[in-house]
């Protein structure tokens, strides 16, 4: 059975940080993990991913303020977010492409997603 446990969100003030993890279990092999996140009124978006090489993406609007990293071992994905800025404020949903058995398809996977809201 696949699971995406995602935690770390919360109420935060523009200018702090926060740091959103996501342990993915039940998988054959995964080649990459990400986190979308969507704001009310707005389509989901890429805020950044990482693939099994450890290979890098940012959104613009993150850029030097957030950074992806992993655990391989554990096949968890952090979101270090720095410098949060009210318009970081959205749900935050753990992505995973990944394989569940060894001759299955590449498909992706979506964790139940996280509140941040960064407001004074």
């Known amino acids: 059975q696949v699971q995406l446990v995602e935690s770390g969100g919360g109420l935060v003030q523009p200018g702090g940080s926060l740091r959103l993890s996501c342990a993915a279990s039940?998988?054959?092999?995964?080649?990459?993990m990400a986190w979308y996140r969507q704001a009310p009124g707005k389509q989901r978006e890429l805020v950044a991913s990482?693939?099994?090489?450890?290979?890098?993406n940012y959104a613009d609007s993150v850029k030097g303020r957030f950074t992806i990293s992993e655990d391989n071992a554990e096949n968890t994905v952090y979101l270090q977010m720095n410098t949060l800025k009210p318009e970081d404020t959205a749900v935050y949903y753990c992505?995973?492409?990944?394989?569940?058995?060894?001759?299955?398809?590449?498909?992706?996977?979506w964790g139940q997603g996280t509140q941040v809201t960064v407001s004074s």
């Open positions: 990482i693939t099994s090489s450890s290979s890098t």
């Open positions: 992505n995973v492409r990944a394989r569940r058995l060894r001759y299955s398809a590449i498909l992706d996977y």
């Open positions: 039940g998988f054959f092999s995964i080649a990459v």
